[in-house]
DNA sequence: TACCTTTGCGAACAATCATTCGTTTTGCTT
DNA sequence: AAGCAAAACGAATGATTGTTCGCAAAGGTA
């Protein structure tokens, strides 16, 4: 029970990766198992199904962004300085999880009927809470007044592809990728700024 | 072979729409036949293979983009011009057949080897025409100074939401979005513009 | 009507999938 | 060294996959 806690993150980490690469679907378990180093049927002293692999990234990732969301949203920041704080979230966890983060953005469909359910349930919820700041700041005439919904994809997918097509950089290179991201979000909202 | 044509196009297009929503690699020639409303041998009377139906979506898909990127290239628009050309086109073949374009942005890497190969050419080929107008606009001060990669991208990713979430709308309701995402690119892009 | 091509069918194929099983190896604790 | 639980194995299972095959409707043309 000491070394199983490694050979498991181990797996689920193989396992992301893999995802990312290939797509849930099309990753075997024979595929998961060479990367690991072991057979395809040592993965089960472990892991109780390759639904569970998915079930676990998902989830996991789920409760960080809503960790994040509850914390930025009981906070008493400004309807601006909310906003950023979640592009930073979001830019965050792409840098420190990238796999993770594309499992959850793309191959939460495959996930079985129960736990599609509840994550498609938080996943509406998290968009209402950032609607929600944004419609709060436009009315206060915070932000440029243009569709709460069409405002929230634009941000989400300013800071989504990140995780995609970077191979991992230093912390350096991607803070000055994040200040370019957060100035041109800046100007698409507040319109005034530099 | 006159109504062989139709029924191939109509395979494409039920393909299309079951790859977008469960991806490729979970699609049967099964559920396929299925939705044509006829056994899955019966469909190898008109395509070839489920390869095969993977890469006729994704080409077309390709040659649509390249043929209005060689136009807009070759135009004598302003950079600006040329940019706010390419979001349309964009947004015009998210608009007109948005199925297909979600399979040619998400499911490209399961081509087999030799066509994923010519679709990467021409995918790197594009992003640098793209990105090449926008260099040409940063040096003669039209753009935000920024890198030319992560302008690409933001632009790119700010266009590319609407045929995922949005279920079919009319066009006027779409002409309505156009109008919030080109401003909000805009001032991302200009700041000085409103 | 007779002919021929297109379209569809149902059974069958080999390949591959996730998973289970009983057994053996490993490595730690006593 | 003995004992024991965790970890890994190889073989096997049933289900599902894309695709093939021989054959039957269908439907237009002569």
Redesign the pocket.
């Known amino acids: ?1 000491k ?2 806690k490694n ?1 498991k993150d181990e797996i689920y980490a193989v396992a992301a990766s893999l995802f990312r690469k290939q797509g849930y679907v099309a ?4 595929d998961i198992a060479e990367l690991v180093g ?5 993965l ?3 892991i109780k ?3 569970e692999i998915l079930i676990t990234i998902c989830t996991t990732c789920a409760e960080e962004f809503d960790e994040g969301m509850q914390r930025i949203k009981d906070s008493n920041l400004s309807n601006p300085d909310k906003i950023d704080a979640l592009i930073d979230l979001h830019l965050d966890i792409a840098y420190n999880k990238p796999s993770s983060v594309t499992v959850f953005d793309d191959e939460w469909r495959h996930l079985p009927e129960k736990e599609l359910k509840s994550f498609l349930k938080k996943r509406n919820a998290y968009e209402a809470n950032f609607k929600s700041i944004l419609k709060d700041g436009m009315e206060k005439g915070e932000f440029v007044t243009l569709s709460d919904s069409t405002a929230f994809h634009l941000i989400i997918n300013c800071v989504k592809w990140v995780h995609y097509y970077s191979k991992r950089i230093s912390k350096d290179r991607f803070d000055s990728k994040r200040s370019d991201i957060k100035s041109f979000i800046s100007r698409g909202l507040f319109s005034k700024m530099n």
């Open positions: 029970m070394r199983s050979r990753s075997t378990m024979r072991i057979e395809a049927s040592s089960y002293s472990h199904s390759k639904e």
